[in-house]
């Protein structure tokens, strides 16, 4: 009967001690073993795992990738603008042994390392860099926390920066400039537009110039699409250029005999005393006036002829 007891107590001290002597490790796991508060070298990887009861003390390592976020950090950029960072780190764990050892809690070692690194990050880069050059920033912050991460076995898979919160003075300054910026743009499209379209027209005009009628076609067309609109009124401009191509195109009039004049006298000569005034043509009215000769003395010639005596009017008379 005592060694029935005996049997059972032994059974049941061994299914105790079977119990505690195994442990179960997960696909994503590693288990460290401390036999006697000492590390052994052989990492237990998934699956059951043998200890020494008493002796040994199995520590499970997740091997997982872990995403950290990374707290908000208010900094001063290069550029002396106060700006407010956010980032996230992904990170694993590549030896358990040194991560359980070298290091008392390797989560909380590589947050703070990721928060002095985010910090000196936003001091050494300029306002710019952190809205637009972001993935040199990210390799930037990756090597600074990936440096002392290696020596807890730890490796750092990524950073990234979330977030750069910027006060509202800065965010309207930014505002005005990229306005100012688009206008500027918008200028220089313009005026581009304009300098292309006045080539266009100078070539259109020097082929209008050699082709008269390309111009007539031109007014057609623009008859064409007025008419199109189904207006009752059209106002259709004349250009010069088209009333000289007419005049070119318009042959020239024989000139016109003179038409006699309808009075008696007019077929008559003239005595010689009073010549007739000549007669200008329309082309020579633009000439300067000649001076006409004519047979009547002058008025000052006139006066110095001296008027018969008396005498000379009786001998006068007896002849007669």
Known sequence: MIILDLIIVALIV????????????????????????????????????????????????????????????????????????????????????RAVVDVQDYLSAIAQVAQTSLRSIIGKSDLDD????????????????????????????????????????????????????????????TADGELQASEKLGQAAEVMADHPAALQLRLLQTVVEVAAEKNSTLVLPFPVELLRFLERSTPAEAPKPKAASEEPGASEELPASEPATPVLDAEQSDAPPQELTTASPPVAELSAVARPTGAEQVESNGRT
């Open 14 to 97: 061994g299914l105790i001690g079977s119990a505690l002597s195994v442990r179960v490790v997960k696909q994503f796991e590693r288990g460290v073993v401390f036999r006697f508060g000492r590390v052994q070298p052989a990492v237990r990887g998934p699956g059951l795992a043998m200890l020494v009861p008493i002796a040994d003390r199995l520590q499970k390592v997740n091997m997982q990738i872990v995403t950290m976020p990374v707290p908000a950090q208010d900094g001063i950029t290069r550029d002396n603008v106060t700006v407010r960072v956010d980032a996230v780190v992904y990170f694993s764990v590549i030896d358990p042994v």
């Open 130 to 189: 952190l809205l637009s050059n972001r993935e040199r920033l990210n390799q930037g912050m990756e090597l600074m926390i990936d440096s002392p991460a290696l020596d807890w076995g730890v490796h750092i898979e990524r950073v990234e920066i979330k977030d750069v919160a910027l006060p509202e003075t800065m965010k309207r300054s930014m505002s005005r400039q990229a306005e100012a910026e688009r206008e500027r743009r918008a200028r220089i499209i």
